[in-house]
């Protein structure tokens, strides 16, 4: 007799096959990589171009800063300021370097939230939090798609790079629907 896939199996599936798709192009990648190029590309940059991406990257992770504090106040933790900005900080920086921001944007404020709530509660808020961070790649695939960003040299060389972009896009108004159908709440609430 021959069995089906579950759902269940499915969803642990999908996750190994994702990393194995990730580790597979970021070895094809590696491969491509030239830290001279880099350097040169560094070097013709101006001064003011080099100080502008060093701030814009620190505004980049100083952004997503605000999902610790929502995050926090959700739970009804009320911790100082400069404290939560350092915690994010640390967060949002190794998930920008390490990658697999999921994981170890669990992880991390876990680790570092876990003293000043119930672990329960903050597993099942984090949990919540993920597909929102999710959602901001869906408008920024949204921006790629529509011409906003500049990406014609990436789709161009990278065919596989299409259906990621609309999967991601996918993600948006899924997690719209699914939010208002377990939260019973109307769209204007929503959007």
Same mark, same amino acid.
């Given at each position: 007799?021959? !069995?089906?896939?579950?759902?269940?199996?499915? !969803?642990?599936?999908?996750?190994?096959?994702?990393?194995?798709? /990730?580790?597979?192009?970021?070895?094809?990648?590696?491969?491509?990589?030239?830290?001279?190029a880099a350097f040169q590309t560094l070097e013709a940059l101006t001064g003011f171009e080099q100080?502008?991406?060093?701030?814009?990257?620190?505004?980049?992770?100083?952004?997503?800063?605000?999902?610790?504090?929502?995050?926090?106040?959700?739970?009804?933790?009320?911790?100082?300021?400069? !404290?939560?900005?350092?915690?994010?900080?640390?967060?949002?920086?190794? +998930?920008?370097?390490?990658?697999?921001?999921?994981? /170890?944007?669990?992880?991390?404020?876990?680790?570092?939230?876990?003293?000043?709530?119930?672990?329960?509660?903050?597993?099942?808020?984090?949990?919540?939090?993920?597909?929102?961070?999710?959602?901001?790649?869906?408008?920024?695939?949204?921006?790629?798609?529509?011409?906003?960003?500049?990406?014609?040299?990436?789709?161009?060389? +990278?065919?596989?790079?299409?259906?990621?972009?609309?999967?991601?896009?996918?993600?948006?108004?899924l997690y719209i629907y699914v939010t208002r159908k377990r939260s019973n709440l109307d769209w204007?609430?929503?959007?």
């Open positions: 007799m021959q !069995k089906r896939f579950s759902w269940k199996q499915l !969803k642990w599936l999908l996750p190994f096959l994702l990393i194995g798709l /990730i580790l597979y192009q970021s070895g094809q990648e590696l491969q491509n990589l030239s830290l001279a100080i502008a991406l060093i701030g814009l990257g620190l505004v980049a992770v100083l952004t997503m800063t605000g999902y610790d504090y929502f995050l926090l106040r959700s739970l009804d933790v009320h911790l100082p300021l400069s !404290k939560v900005l350092r915690a994010a900080w640390i967060t949002n920086a190794m +998930k920008g370097m390490i990658g697999f921001g999921g994981v /170890i944007g669990i992880a991390l404020r876990t680790s570092l939230y876990r003293p000043y709530t119930d672990t329960l509660r903050l597993l099942r808020a984090i949990g919540w939090m993920t597909p929102t961070l999710i959602s901001g790649l869906s408008l920024l695939a949204a921006g790629v798609l529509f011409g906003l960003f500049p990406a014609g040299v990436l789709t161009e060389t +990278k065919q596989w790079i299409w259906p990621v972009l609309l999967a991601t896009l996918a993600v948006l108004p204007p609430t929503l959007l």
